[in-house]
């Protein structure tokens, strides 16, 4: 069965540093999602893509993340710099219809920064 | 979307059924009821979703009131593989807005 991957699976980073986070949807997925968890709350949306183009970004701290998709296909989410509030899981997920909410999730990667 | 009420927390015994509770009083008629479950250290997974119909699948079977003012998720038989947090989500289908709202759901622990 075909899955969402992700990497790493654990990032340590410490305040002030730049990290990245790699994301490769389901083939032949148009839209592709970005989600921050906080441990012990639901998943957040941090940014929506639908192919190569942004439809969904109001909710990404503009003035330290980033996430690009250039080819419509894998995407990375940078953070620089990170802060200690930052520390969270940072899931990935994907969809095949621009209005499907089967989203199909990666594991995720679990960013720490001290 | 309408907002969601789950139990923070409930136990169920391996092998039995797990009935879960989920409260959305003000759904409105055009929108539907998702499931949606997240095993510790792992990203969420759909389970199952309705709009005013009873829905089973091989997963789990969703039970919607008359009133669609609450419904209920049933894993028919446990298992200690069924532990996870478990969130009822209610959002229009189709919609401009794709984004899942995740509240805290419930954390559900099969005990053997």
């Known amino acids: 069965e075909a899955e969402v991957a992700q990497s790493p699976r654990y990032k340590i980073t410490e305040k002030s540093q730049a990290v990245a986070f790699w994301c490769d949807p389901i083939s032949g997925h148009a839209t592709l999602y970005w989600y921050r968890q906080i441990l012990g709350q639901g998943p957040e949306l941090l940014v929506q893509?639908?192919?190569?183009?942004?439809?969904?970004d109001s909710q990404l701290p503009k003035d330290r993340f980033s996430a690009e998709r250039l080819k419509g296909v894998d995407s990375t989410l940078k953070i620089q710099p990170a802060e200690l509030g930052d520390s969270a899981m940072y899931l990935c997920?994907?969809?095949?219809?621009?209005?499907?909410?089967?989203?199909?999730f990666g594991p995720g990667t679990r960013l720490t920064v001290t | 979307d309408a907002k969601t009420t789950q139990p923070t927390s409930m136990d169920c015994a391996e092998g039995r059924a797990a009935n879960l509770p989920c409260n959305h009083s003000t759904i409105s008629g055009n929108e539907y009821v998702y499931w949606y479950r997240q095993i510790h250290s792992q990203g969420p997974q759909y389970i199952i979703h309705g709009l005013k119909n009873n829905e089973t699948n091989e997963m789990a079977s969703l039970i919607i009131t008359e009133d669609r003012k609450s419904s209920t998720l049933i894993l028919p038989h446990a298992t200690l593989r069924d532990t996870a947090v478990y969130y009822c989500?209610?959002?229009?289908?189709?919609?401009?807005?794709?984004?899942?709202?995740f509240g805290a759901g419930t954390t559900v622990t099969v005990r053997a």
């Open positions: 893509f639908q192919d190569e183009s942004v439809v969904d």
């Open positions: 997920a994907s969809s095949e219809h621009r209005v499907g909410v089967e989203q199909y």
């Open positions: 989500i209610v959002r229009v289908r189709p919609s401009n807005d794709y984004k899942l709202s």
